[in-house]
């Protein structure tokens, strides 16, 4: 309801009582004196912790939307809230059988119909003939298998993921009727830093140590033109298998929150490899265009690794080849993991300029902030510009992010000038306030629409490692304005000549 309705309704509600159980006869006019009754105006307001709004299952629903089978839980062995944001990922890039193609295809080269005697003596010589080009070492014989190798798209997207925390619309806040500003671009302004990345590749149906040797790499697209970032060279490092990936789920609690220290402790979790963070962090981050990060819309896992397989002794040869060859048996197998250790520390390469702090928050004013129809005659408003003490904007902006911001409270233009020139604001976590002087106040109250809006803009920080900025579980960002209109004096409110009687 618009302000000279407000004061009009309230005023003449309160009247019609007293004219109609008296002789008193009705006024040609009303005037209300006021002073010192204040409206508030809410130009937005917005609360919450960083942990909450970055939360695994938030992470989690990001990353399900760009179809990617990855698992997300938050991780924080220290089990304090001062410890940094971070992540486990886990993704189970494919499980594949441990085997030899060419003793396969001489047992499946005998003709249909064989006898069972002719299969059985055709299997023993192969066998035999296999295991005499088995080469010994240390008097133990080491098998190598078939090549594992593969390109698989993960289906994971950061681009997407980065991309639905700063354009979606924040559940809890903005509006029904519109969606936010896209934001996305932003994220191209961020590099992380120290992210880990761990291989874990467990066998299944053999008790014998397996190591493998060549590579996995990951790349930001299928193309043969597009750069493979080494995770590990296994060939001049091999790397061992496992009993068995640790089983995250079980470790985590009911909020999804890993307690315990599984990549440290590799006694009791023990791992295939640590992979190489620094270029997993170079690809996470994307590839560097024009001083920013664009990061990929793609995750590609290329890997090719060889097992080979110790063996005591000859028996532990046949057996093996045996069981490889037997349809009934149990394969021999490897899965393949790759858990991410992702910690939210960061540095800004680019400064930061989020025009409506507000509405990057999903919590911003629609409209004038009067509630007056865009470009409505403000002279019905403009009449009470002496009506109107007073004027000011009170605030209030927390930052624990340990981000460096600065940032304004800025108006629109309308017939190409500013309702009041730019304020700066304070980011301390206290109250403030400014008040607009009398022009502005006539400004306010003759045009629409008065859409201010709150900027912010978070600077640039160095390269150092000092000076990357770390988030920390009990962080929290906070935010609210309101526009406080009060009046003192008096002012006309009804007129029974305006209003045709």
Sequence with gaps: MKLHKKIGIAVIAASVPLFSCSDLTVPESVTVKSEGAKYGFPLGSTEFKISEKFSAQKVQDAINSSSANLTVYEFNPENSGDSIIEYIMEYQVERKEIATTSLKTTIQSLP?????????????AAIDAFIAEVPQTNGKYVYTADRLSATIDTGLNFKSIFDSFASSDDEDGGSETSERTDYSDIFNKIGFTGVKAYAYIDKDGIDSDIKFIGRIDVKGSDTEAATPY?????????????????????LADDNGVILTDFVSNTEQYPMSAELNGDNMTAFINGEEVGGLYVKHEKVIIDYELTPSIEFDNEDEVRAFLEAMLDENAESATATVSIILRFPLKLKIIEDIVIDDLLDFAGSAQEGDLLNRDDGEDGSDFDEYSDFIENINCEYKFTNGMNLDFSAKISSNTVDGEKFFEDKSIEFDGEEHSFSMDKSEISKIMSKSPFTPAISATISKTTSDEDDFIRITRDASFGAWAVFNLTTGGSAEVWNSEDSGE
């Design 230 to 250: 080494n995770l590990v060279n296994a060939t001049l490092n091999p790397v061992s298998a496992v009993d068995e990936t640790p089983d995250l789920a079980s």
């Design 112 to 124: 249909d119909g064989a006898p069972e005697t002719a299969v059985e003596a055709a299997k023993n």
